[in-house]
């Protein structure tokens, strides 16, 4: 479970954690210190607290490392972490005029090369399990042949990029006697802090909790299946063109 500290992330730690089925939950966000909510849940036996930093290929390089220690196999991976504005004022982009190179390239990075770079080092521990899933968090508004409203630039092609990614890696990883699945899954908007500032248009019923939007996307992994492999689905399991 990559970027629990908060959010989606954080409640998958949790959901996961509460599972008879599950042995251990592999916990990583990248300032440990300051996930207090996360400190807790870690505990738990169940828990593994680590240090991973998508902008950072050394934690990477590390955390898969003390994952190895702790387990002999990883049977799920989940790339939650995701970055649509920041405190230092990076945020949608209405129009052209707003593109900033170094808020897109943030954006890739957090949204697109970390997550993909996350799999490259754990996909040595995923491919000793028996049906092992990646599921990336992507959004809806990544998909290309759904862009009908503009905007969004810097979110929306780092997203895109995401799913191109994850396509290349389902197709790569998809290959040979221990085959990975990999999908995107879209979790609707969701009350955390990354839609709060934009929930205003959102209608109550289309607003989930994260515990109601995890377990709709558990549902989904839980059921994956390896044609499925390399496609982009929504929250209620209907697919999304890319
Ligand atoms: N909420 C929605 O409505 C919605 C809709 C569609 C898709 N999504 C996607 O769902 C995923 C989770 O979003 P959320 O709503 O849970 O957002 P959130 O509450 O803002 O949480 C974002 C998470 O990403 C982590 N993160 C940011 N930069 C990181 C980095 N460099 N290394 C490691 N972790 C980093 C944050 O860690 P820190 O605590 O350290 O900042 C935090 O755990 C994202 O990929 C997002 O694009 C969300």
């Known amino acids: 479970m990559q970027g629990a500290s908060r959010g989606i992330g954080l409640e998958f730690a949790r959901q996961l954690a509460s599972r008879d089925d599950v042995d251990l939950v592999l916990a990583s966000c990248r300032n440990p ?3 207090e909510v996360l400190a807790a849940l870690g505990a738990s036996p ?3 607290v680590m240090r991973l930093d998508v902008e950072d290929e050394s934690s990477l390089r590390d955390a898969a490392a003390l994952a190895a220690d702790h387990t002999p196999h990883l049977n799920l991976l989940v790339n939650a972490a995701g970055m649509l504005h920041t405190p230092d004022g990076i945020g949608p982009e209405r129009r052209l005029d707003g593109l900033q190179p170094g808020s897109l390239a943030r954006s890739f990075a957090i949204n697109a090369t970390g997550p993909a770079l996350v799999v490259k080092h754990f996909r040595t521990l995923l491919q000793k399990a028996d049906r092992p899933v990646v599921a990336n968090i992507s959004a809806r508004v990544g998909s290309i042949g759904d ?3 503009g905007g969004w630039y810097g979110y929306r ?3 895109a990029a995401q799913n191109q990614l994850t396509r290349c890696m389902a197709i790569e990883l998809g290959r040979g ?3 990975v699945a990999v999908i995107a899954l879209h979790p609707g908007t969701v009350d955390t802090d990354l839609s709060r500032p934009f929930q ?3 209608p109550p019923d289309k607003l989930f909790s994260t515990e109601r939007a ?3 996307l558990l549902g989904i992994i839980d059921g994956v299946t390896r044609e499925q492999s390399g496609r982009f689905f929504a929250w209620d399991g209907s697919e999304i063109p890319w």
């Open 33 to 35: 210190a300051t996930a």
């Open 46 to 48: 169940k828990v593994r």
């Open 177 to 179: 006697p221990r085959p």
């Open 157 to 159: 092609a780092s997203k």
């Open 147 to 149: 862009n009908r409203l």
């Open 214 to 216: 995890v377990r709709q």
């Open 200 to 202: 205003g248009g959102v």
